[in-house]
């Protein structure tokens, strides 16, 4: 196979490159090695778990392999390799980009019969690999949903019982706040954590677990591969309605939030400038050891009052990119990624630096692989996940609503009724555009 190179500056700059060294088969150069993108920051423990998954690939098919971690600007480089037509073999990337790649014709179809091991992966992680023309063009390979990670200690101390409705976790918010909850004799704290920025759509993508969690959608199917907007739709008004209050009214959302994007948000909640971050499963290992394990306590996001349950549903799934000199090898490391070898070692137990949260496989216990019961709720909240819809191009849908959302969070003098109805008048265009409506 004739292997193609990363510039100097895209390796030395922007990716760290890990080659896997496995043990009898073919005997290769790191030039003819089979190349993984993965969407991580480079040296960090989730780039470290990406290799020695690797790397069991390696010794178990005597493939050699490349492992490259990018995060900032990770779809950008892509669009840089494939104007190269320099594409890598293997990308590791969130279920939401699937139309993106595959309308842009990156990616190799996925025939998820002839795939070993891909009958013991759930309808639901494999719906989040098949596009909107109804074909499978990735192989899954990791589920999450999303849940409230909170300070149990502040919980306590303003004597508070967990949340069971918005208006129980409004007043938690609150409560955090204005008590003083951590005892420093401070004005210094904050109910909700939020990444509210624009970058890659953030805004859209927290509020997105409130919409569903209250009945409502970005859009709706109409059947037959075409959906309509629903963004007017009171449910979903209703769900971005309560959030501005939380920025504008109670006031009770971290300074700065609508500036934040995820990163920084982390860094937000483990200085403990704010109490009730809903995000994913992937940074509880991080929390549990940054904070305190008996700090730190999960449970659901509650119900609105119009709908719910239901948070977002996302996930990670292998793609197969197209243009590779070796498609055998792509699709034996798409089956190790699902067999019950590689989603443990992506599991990678109670330990930080999960590439795996939930485990697609059926083979896979989580119960037997992780002891920390707090992953349990993540596993429960994901019966009622919501995925994104299988338009052509949900990357767009998701930006525009970020953009209108972060506006009304951004100035409290903005009618949220209104910028939604225009925010489905732009909606409802951009699936003409894609010629999804």
Known sequence: MSRRLLGVAL????????????????????????????????????????????????KASGIQTKVVALFDDFETKLQQQAAQRDLPDIVINDTAQIGNMQTQGWLTEVDRASLAGGDKVSDLAWKAATASDGKTWAAPFSAQAFAIIARKDWREKVGMEIPQTWEDLAALATAFTEKDPDGNGE??????????????????????????????????????????????????????????????????????????????????????????????????????????????????????????????????????????????GQKKFAEFAISAEGQRIGMNKDANGAIVRLPVSSEVDMAAERQDPRWQVFQDAYADAVYAHPVPNWAPIRQTSADSINTVWADCAKDVKAEMDALNTKLTQELQSQKAS
Not at 196 to 224: C, E, L, M, P, Q
Not at 268 to 278: A, D
């Open 11 to 58: 390796a030395t700059t922007l990716a760290v490159t890990l080659t896997g060294c496995g043990s009898g088969g073919t005997s290769s150069s790191t030039d003819d090695a089979l190349e993984i993108w993965i969407r991580q920051a480079p040296d960090s423990e989730s780039a470290k778990t990406a290799q020695r998954l690797a790397e069991a690939f390696t």
């Open 187 to 328: 004005n210094d704290t904050a109910g909700f954590v939020i990444p509210a920025s624009t970058k890659r759509g953030y805004a859209s993508w927290y509020a997105s677990s409130f919409i569903y969690g209250n009945g409502g959608d970005f859009v709706s199917s109409s059947g037959s591969g075409t959906f309509a907007s629903a963004m007017s739709d009171p449910k979903a008004v209703e769900a971005v309605q309560f959030l501005q209050d939380q920025f504008c009214k109670t006031k009770t959302v971290n300074p700065g939030a609508v500036s934040n994007d995820t990163t920084v948000t982390h860094e937000v909640f483990e200085k403990g400038q704010g109490g009730l971050y809903l995000t994913g499963p992937y940074v509880l290992a991080r929390f549990v050891d940054s904070i305190g394990t008996d700090k730190i306590e999960v449970y659901p996001v509650p119900k609105g009052p119009s709908g719910g349950p239901g948070t977002l549903g996302e996930g990670e799934n292998v793609y197969l990119m197209a243009g590779s000199g070796n498609t055998e």
